[in-house]
């Protein structure tokens, strides 16, 4: 009998495992007092809001994400995108949170977008941080949604490179994100430990997603946080312009000598940003 119960009990832990190891959302919780939901960039893990959740848990309930195949987390099934979002708002929902503040970096800005245009939401507050509504259309001329697909020359490319090409990529990359080469470093770190599948499939999906239209149906308070880096001031200030022609109002703060990790490269002054907009009415 009791081999039974045993073996019974380890089936039922694997069954636990199993299913949140495929959850699409991973959720680390702490603070106390009004909600607020921090959701990081495309390969990024949750860890990346550590700093600004050291300040805020003081006198917010802080709810870090780290999304489905980056972080070390187990990756889930295609469409990747779709859902995250999905699964981003189930939680609000069944924790109800709300008045919800919701930070979102690059990706996670684009997301919370997709959040606060949905009928019904909770959130009483955008702040995005270097984050664009139609990433897709900035990078690809003639952008169409309808003419990205999984199956591609470039994403083939992708998945066939080994991990020295793979590395020297990422390593490329990383060095346009930040100022500081430690920062650099990190985030080249987390490119390769992002599952490969989800890296070139999951930012297929990123690309498809054009919030531009549905900026419209956003009503609450917006706040833009920039990087003046890698094309100065004045041209980020107009592609923001042009990206956000749709949503009726917003504040744009520009932050000089920073890149796309404006939290890492200009950390004291990204932290008072949000404490003075979380402070504000």
Known sequence: MKKIYFLFAMLLSLAVQAQQNDQPIHVKVSGSGAPILLIPGFTVPGESWDATVSQLEKNYECHVLTLAGFGGKHPIDFPWLPKINT????????????????????????????????????????????????????????????????????????????????????????????????????????????????????????????????????????????????????????????????LAQYDLMMADNAAHFVMFDQPEWFMQQILNILASN
């Open 87 to 246: 699964s981003i708002e189930n939680y609000i929902q069944e924790n109800r949170l709300n008045n919800l503040t919701v930070i979102g970096h690059s990706l996670g800005g684009t997301i919370a977008t997709w959040l606060a245009s949905r009928e019904n939401n909770s959130i009483s507050k955008l702040i995005l941080v270097d984050a664009l509504p139609a990433a897709g259309a900035l990078m690809i001329p003639n952008f169409d949604p309808e003419n990205l697909a999984y199956e591609s020359p470039y994403n083939d490319q992708l998945l066939s490179m080994n991990e020295v090409e793979f590395e020297k990529m990422a390593q490329g990359m990383a060095q346009g994100m930040s100022v500081h080469p430690e920062t650099q470093e990190r985030i080249k770190d987390w490119i390769l430990l992002a599952d490969r599948e989800t890296y070139v499939y999951g930012y297929t999906d990123y690309l498809k997603l054009d919030m531009r239209e549905a900026l419209k149906n956003i009503s609450v308070p917006v706040t833009i946080i920039a990087a003046d880096k890698p094309y100065g001031k004045e041209m980020a200030a107009q592609t923001y312009k042009n990206q956000y022609a749709n």
